[in-house]
């Protein structure tokens, strides 16, 4: 099922691919995430923010890595998402996609001015794919 392949790879990039049976891209993703997590310091920022320190995360953070992250990660999301079934169309199912990178880049980019930086990237990454995953 497609829903199923995107929730894992929400959930951790690259298990849909798992799910999917591609496991060399599985492979690749999970390394590239865990890769650019460490080098950007991702879970140490979304851990302080999270706990009310938003200062201390956006000093934490570095942000060549993060300036990548929302838009590998909605990319993988996809590509487990589109994988899961033959026949759908690539053009149109990306739209919602895009949509959640770009306003994921968006917060990352304008995070200093965000009460809930991490919070905030996250649902408006997440909720545009969950629509484009019902719609499509």
């Known amino acids: 099922m497609r829903i199923i392949a995107a929730l894992f790879s ?3 990039p690259g298990f849909g691919q798992f799910y999917n049976r ?3 891209k599985g492979v690749l993703f999970v390394v590239f995430e865990h890769f650019d997590n460490m080098v950007g310091k991702i879970n140490s920022a979304i851990q302080l923010d999270f706990n009310g320190f938003h200062q201390k995360a956006l000093e934490t953070v570095v ?3 993060l300036l990548f992250y929302p838009g590998f990660y909605v990319y993988v999301v996809w590509d487990a ?5 033959e026949g759908a169309n690539k053009i149109t199912s ?3 996609f895009i949509i959640g990178g770009f306003l994921g880049e968006l917060c990352t ?3 200093a001015k965000l009460p809930f930086p991490s919070l905030t990237a996250g649902l408006l990454m ?3 794919m969950v629509i484009g995953m019902v719609i499509f």
């Not at 998402?81 to 079934?85: G, N, P, Q, T, V």
Request: no cysteine.
């Open 81 to 85: 998402w589109f994988y899961a079934k």
């Open 22 to 24: 591609q496991m060399i």
């Open 10 to 12: 929400i959930i951790m």
């Open 126 to 128: 997440v909720i545009p």
């Open 63 to 65: 942000y060549d890595g």
């Open 94 to 96: 990306a739209i919602p």
């Open 109 to 111: 980019i304008f995070s």
